[in-house]
Each structure stands twice: as C-alpha cells, then as structure tokens.
C-alpha cells in the first residue's frame, strides 16, 4: 500500500478542544477594542500636537495706551516694533470689530457695544526659529511701549498634558485588553487540558516531555489567536477607513484626525495576539502538567 | 522484521532492565494493594506476571510505566533511580519502554496508522522516516488493510493489537504488557506471543501481566505470581 496523505499525521490535539469558537469570538472582539483604543490614541496625539504647534506660532500682546495715547495708537506702534524683531512674521493690531467678533459668542450682543475690551496685537511667529516672549517683550520695552506678552504656553502646556494623558490611558486600555486576552486563553487552556485528560496522559506515557505536550495547546491557542486578532483588526481597519473616507483629510472631526496609514499600525495585531496567546497558554499548560506531579 | 530493538554495548553486562526493592504501593481507596514487592528483570529476559483478578498486576506495570510512583521501596529502570526520578526526567524513560495498556489507551480522533505512530512521532521522527516500519508493523498484526480506520471503527481485537503495534513499533528495550491477549482469539492470541517471543529474542526484555496461565506456560517465559501484595518466582 502506498502511503496515501489521507489519515496520516493529523493533528495530535483533536479539533475543538474545549469551546474554541467561542474563545476566538473573545480575542476577536478584544483585539477590536485594542485597535481602536490604539487608533483614538493616535488621533488624539496627533490632535493635540497639531493645536500645540499652532500654539507654539502665535503670541497675543496686550497694550496698555500711554497718556494721551489711543489704544489703537497703542497698537499699532506695538504690531510696528513687533513686526521688526526676528522670529516674528507678521504683528497685527487687532481692532475692535475682530475682537467683538471673538467675544460676541461668549457675552451676546447686548453689552458688547459697552464694554472696555483690552488692545491686542496677535503676532505671528516663524514657525521653525520662533522669537521668544522675552525678545518681544525687550523689543516693546525699548521702543517704549507698555505691554504684556502671552505666548501661550500655558494653554500649550494644558493641551500636551492632555495628550499625554490620553496616550498613557490609551496604553493602559491597550495593556489591559491584552491582558484580559491571555486571561481567556489561559482560562480556555486550562479547560481543553481538563477535557483532554487522558490524551495528555497518553501522550505523557509514549513519551512526551511536558514542553512538547504544552507546545500543542500553546500551537492550536497561538493559531486560533492570530486568526481572531486578524479579524479583530480588520474590523478595525474597516472603522478607521469608513471613518477616513467619511471625515476626509480631517477625519470625523478635527479633534480625532484619522490617516490612512493608522489602518496599517493595526497589521502587527495578529502577530500580538498570537504572542499573548502563546505566553499564556505555554504557562497555564506547564503549571497545568506541573501540578499533575 | 526491520524493527530492531536497541542493545547495550557488548562488551560491559547490561544492568538489569528493571529492579524492584521493596516497593510498597496504594491507592486512597485501597491501601497495601503492593506490600513488598522485590523483582529484579535482567536485560533480555521474559517474564509472565500470573495472579488473581485484583491482586494489583495492572498496578505494579503502572508503577514500571512510572505512571504512579512507589510510596516506598526502590525502582531502578535501566541501572537508573527512577522511583524518585524528577518529572522531568519521566520522558527519557518512557521512550526506552514499550507498553500495552490493558484499557489500549488509543486516540480514537487518530486513524490506526497515526495510533501505531504516536511515539515515532512524539520522538521527532519525520514521517518518511517511520512510515515504512508502521506500515509494516500494523501489516504483522493484521491490521494491514486498515490503517486509515479509527479506533472507534475497530473491534476490541483489532484495538489490542493497534495497541501492541504502538508499543513495539520504537524498538523499545522493554516492553510491558497489560492482559495483551485478552481480547483476541486463540490463533491471534498464539500469533502475538510469537511476536513478544521475536522480539525477546532480538535481545527486549518483556513483562506480560496476564490471567492466562496456559499461555504463560506455553511461552517458555518465567512465571512470576503476584499475590497478597508480593511477588513469587523469578530472580528476586
Ligand atoms: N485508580 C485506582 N484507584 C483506587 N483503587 C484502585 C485503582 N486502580 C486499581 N485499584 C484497586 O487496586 C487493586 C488492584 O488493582 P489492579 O487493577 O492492579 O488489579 P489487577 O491485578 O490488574 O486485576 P485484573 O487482573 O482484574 O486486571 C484492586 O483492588 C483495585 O480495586
Ligand atoms: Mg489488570
């Protein structure tokens, strides 16, 4: 007889060790939140960094008119001496209607006609050798102007903390979900080893070392793993393109600008999956056998 | 028969192959089912383990497979400790023995083919490397046309002689086994002693636990008796 393929080495693990659908389904839907909770990540950072950068390139002077000055006078000489100093592009006066317009959403209509608003120049600085608040600040002085340089950095510092909370929380989601992945791999380990009792004894006598025994679930678990973090991040990627082709370059909304190149940091989440799945299986298989003394 | 058990070097006298000293045994249950059980089974020798339903046979080859370990006493595997052997080293054992379980212990997921193969495979062996031998192994205990079947398919035969094909298809130093011939007929039951029989003379020590004292007798092996916990006849 010739040796056919038919029937010989199959796998030594039998098919459906112990609830395998329902495990992949799991991992399939923990990978899911993974990949979003890393794509929300990566949005919010690249938010946060664009606002940052836009912060970085603005100042905003306050004038306070000298005797017998106007404010606008004020101003105006301010955006002149502004406008000379190096690192600054363009210095603004900005006159009463601009700043009623940035006000008016904020106290209506009604008051605004009344109100003292402050003078202010908005200066515009070159983006990659910025002047800094104190040159701006000796510039004025100099030219005898009284005034109060805001670069903003407090604003800016606000918005990088946030940045940098969401990523750290964003890491925490990502370490947790994985987590809670090997968690369910484990679990399920250990239950196909409790229903597969006598083929591990079996194995165990015609000579399989523990390792070897252990290196079949942990093999089956890895496989099941990568497939359900395959699908896992696929959904994934069919969210953050739908999202992409929806919101265009801007994403949904400015706050969350999503690429097309966040799809592809999602590729490696098969290859995670099937890590955590084979750590976690070779350790609940080992402490398993382990324990049979 | 291709199938070659592995020999000691001519030269220096093999240890003996099994060594028991005063190996006591039991179960939560049962208790004392093994009391003082000395044996001693020089390489190459054959050796028939006769005695009543429940005197402890299955469980005296439970301790030789290492499956349970003797709470008291010796047991010496190949001139090695392997009573107090860690865990660890379980396996390098196992592979030097052959063993027919009394419940087969067959995969019934794997075809007879996969079953014969099991150890050659759990060894690292390649599939080319083994097919031949199983193929040849099965075709000798009559199983040659159904090699693809799986247990659940076979008769209780048919699984006892999947079983010692699996046992014997290493070239195992030792080979033990557990009522071999309890499910097959006469003719079968002559034709697998003739096969323990090669294969002793190819230089494989071999134990058969057994209630078939006609069989022991005829083989011309050395009857040992357990009974009360104790083994009678043979060397020790
Ligand atoms: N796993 C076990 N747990 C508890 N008691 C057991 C276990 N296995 C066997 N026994 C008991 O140990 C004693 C010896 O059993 P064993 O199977 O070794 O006998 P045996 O000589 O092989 O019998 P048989 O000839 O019927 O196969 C019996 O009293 C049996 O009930
Ligand atoms: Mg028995």
Known sequence: ?293 | MSVQPRRAAETAPAPDTVRLGGVGFGYAETPDVLRDVNLILPAGSFHFLTGPSGAGKSTLLKLLTLAERPVAGSLELFGEDAGSAPRSALPAFRRRMGVVFQDFRLLDHLTAFDNAALPLRLSGAKLDSYSADVEEMLDWVGLGSKLDARPPALSGGEKQRLAIARAVVTGPELIVADEPTGSVDAVMGERLLKLFQTLNKLGTTILIASHDESLAERSGATLLRLENGRVTGGAA
């Open chain 1, 1 to 293: 007889m010739i040796p056919g393929l038919t029937g010989r080495r199959a796998p030594i693990l039998p098919r459906d060790a112990g609830g395998e659908p329902w495990l992949a389904a799991v991992i399939a839907v923990l990978c899911f939140l993974a990949c979003l909770s890393a794509v929300g990540a990566l949005a919010a950072d690249r938010a946060a960094h664009g606002w940052a950068r836009q912060l970085r390139a603005e100042a905003t002077v306050q004038v306070r008119p000298r005797v017998g000055e106007t404010g606008a006078e004020a101003a105006a000489r301010a955006a002149e001496t502004l406008a000379g100093v190096d690192g600054v592009e363009e210095a603004q006066a900005m006159d009463r209607k601009t700043a009623e317009a940035l006000l008016r959403p904020w106290i209506g209509d009604a008051v605004l006609p009344d109100l003292p608003l402050p003078f202010l120049v908005t200066v515009r600085l070159d983006r990659d050798a910025p002047a800094s608040p104190v040159s701006l600040s000796r510039a004025l002085a100099s030219a005898g102007v009284d005034a109060t340089v805001d670069d903003h950095s407090l604003w800016r510092r606000e918005v990088e903390r946030s940045a940098g909370l969401i990523t750290v929380l964003a890491a925490a989601a990502f370490l947790l979900t994985a987590g809670a992945a090997g968690a369910a791999v484990a679990y399920a380990t250990r239950a196909g080893m409790a229903a597969q009792g006598a083929l591990i004894e079996t194995l165990s006598l015609n000579g399989a070392s523990d390792g070897r025994i252990a290196g079949l679930f942990q093999m089956r678990y890895g496989l099941l793993a990568a497939g359900a973090g395959a699908a896992g991040a696929l959904a994934a990627m069919l969210v953050t393109a739908f999202v992409r082709f929806l919101g265009g370059a801007e994403g949904v909304t400015p706050a969350l600008p999503v690429t097309w190149s966040d799809a592809l940091i999602l590729s490696p989440c098969p290859l995670l999956a099937a890590t955590v799945a084979l750590v976690a299986a070779r350790f609940a298989a080992l402490a398993r056998l382990k324990g049979r003394g």
